[in-house]
């Protein structure tokens, strides 16, 4: 076999979303205000649930779960995209980028993991609530959350390793604003058929499995809610995972159109689109979409709040006079004796 004039790859250059500086400078104000506000939104939702001891509950442990995985996962690619932007410098060692291409997609699978999990609680709240306490215990959410992260990070190390190994030849420029995987693909000079197969097979449990038994489980929870005689009663079952189901199909949706569904985003642009959308957008739009719409949040956000600024109040409180008498006076002296309180 003829062999390609190839040399060996020490590191790569990220292209971001645009070449032209105003848009860099638009891109680099956008996306450091939004990682801002993820950072903000979900250690707002995990100090809630830290503090508040009526939400602490398995379907709020896993919720402040989910709030730390958005923290982790958009810390992978955002701020070196925010470098980038303010630096001009584009270059990342092979290392670095195989290291953000595995920390990246760990995170992203142990997230199918989790909602499928926070799925499943659901299920049991709704379904089967006598024994909600007993299956759902402690051990068994700190043991289902652990086993997310855990599967989430082994699955991903056996395509991490075919990626590391490909041959890099030609041009090193990454069309994406992070090391993806489609994007590495067009760059090597090896043939891919087997990584895309095994790439199509772990996807397919990574995401089809998890899907499916969220899928499963809301079919079994709308059949339960459905059977429930009032209206209130069906609004307040609802309203229990709307929050969750909402996030599901923001996530698969976007997921589905740029590993699974490629053809549907039609170019290269319009699929860096569709990745900010999971990797940034819906990162920022969890501790809303979970806070807006759950009164149990909302009221302990709003106590805490109410907290805050009565111990402000308190502390900025304006001191005044108070007259002290002589206790065994039977009449005010020349001079009172005064004291701030």
């Known amino acids: 076999m003829e062999k390609l004039n190839q040399t060996f790859v020490s590191q790569f250059y990220i292209l971001g979303l645009s070449q032209n500086s105003d848009v860099q400078l638009l891109i680099f104000i956008s996306f450091a205000f939004m990682y801002l506000m993820t950072l903000l939104g979900n250690i707002v939702i995990i100090t809630i649930i830290y503090i508040d001891s009526h939400l602490q509950k398995p379907m709020y442990y896993f919720l402040a779960v989910l709030s730390f995985l958005d923290i982790c996962f958009t810390s992978v690619t955002v701020p070196k995209m925010l470098s980038i932007c303010s630096t001009g410098d584009k270059s990342i060692s092979f290392s670095a980028c195989i290291l953000q291409y595995y920390f990246c ?33 402690n051990r068994a959410v700190i043991l289902l959350a652990v086993a997310s992260w855990i599967i989430g990070f082994l699955d991903t190390i056996p395509h991490t390793v075919l990626m590391s190994t490909l041959s890099y030849c030609g041009s090193n420029e990454i069309d994406h604003f992070f090391c993806d995987h489609n994007a590495l693909l067009k760059l090597s000079c090896t043939d891919t058929y087997f990584i895309d197969i095994a790439t199509f097979g772990v996807g397919a449990v990574v995401v089809l499995g998890p899907f499916m038994l969220t ?23 609802f309203s229990t995972c709307s929050s969750h189901l909402t996030a599901v ?35 920022l739009l969890n501790p809303f979409i979970y806070s807006l719409r759950n009164k149990d949040v909302k009221r302990a956000l709003a106590k805490i709040i109410e907290n805050i600024l009565e111990r402000h109040a308190e502390l900025h409180k304006v001191p005044r006079k108070m007259e002290i008498w002589p206790v065994s006076s039977h009449s005010a002296p020349q001079s009172a004796i005064y004291c701030n309180v």
Request: hydrophobic share 50%; proline share 4%; glycine share 2%.
């Open 249 to 283: 199909v923001l996530f698969y949706g976007t997921e589905v159109v740029v590993y699974m569904a490629p053809a549907l985003a039609t170019s290269q642009e319009k699929a860096k689109i569709f990745t900010v959308l999971f990797t940034i957008v819906i990162p």
């Open 105 to 137: 997609f760990s995170f992203l699978s142990t997230e199918f993991y989790l909602l499928s999990v926070m799925a499943c609680d659901r299920y049991v709240a709704i379904c089967i609530p006598l024994r909600y306490s007993a299956l759902m215990s």
């Open 215 to 237: 899928i499963t489980s809301y079919m079994l929870i709308i059949s339960k809610i459905m059977k429930i005689p009032s209206t209130t009663g069906r609004q307040k079952a």
